[in-house]
């Protein structure tokens, strides 16, 4: 079972910035397409950012523009540079595959609150 651990998150007034990590048990992580999703309060769990492979990235309307994601192979590690943060950003971030996420890797999370 791979353990994915994140970290970074906090409380931030709007227009702040935070930078996430999570961090990859999986010996064969640099093949993989990395994702970051967000969960609020009484809705679902949404794929916001990718990363693939060889480095291109996506991302959700809502955040882009202002979200970067990247990853450091060598670390095991996928990052998530958020500017410009509102208070609908407000939720739990994971992070897990993009393209076909395991439920049973799915980490505790970290909690960002955008709040003034």
């Known amino acids: 079972q791979v353990q994915l651990v994140e970290s970074g998150g906090g409380l931030v007034q709007p227009g702040g910035s935070l930078r996430l990590s999570c961090v990859s048990s999986?010996?064969?992580?640099?093949?993989?397409?990395m994702g970051w999703y967000r969960q609020a309060p009484g809705k679902s769990r949404d794929l916001i950012a990718r990363?693939?492979?060889?480095?291109?990235?996506i991302y959700a309307d809502p955040v882009k523009g202002r979200f970067t994601i990247s990853r450091d192979n060598a670390k095991n590690t996928v990052y998530l540079q958020m500017t410009s943060l509102k208070p609908e950003d407000t939720a739990v971030y994971y992070c897990?595959?993009?393209?076909?996420?395991?439920?049973?890797?799915w980490g505790q999370g970290t909690q960002v609150t955008v709040s003034s």
């Open positions: 897990n595959d993009a393209l076909a996420p395991r439920e049973s890797n």
């Open positions: 999986e010996s064969a992580f640099s093949v993989y397409t």
């Open positions: 990363i693939y492979a060889g480095g291109t990235t």
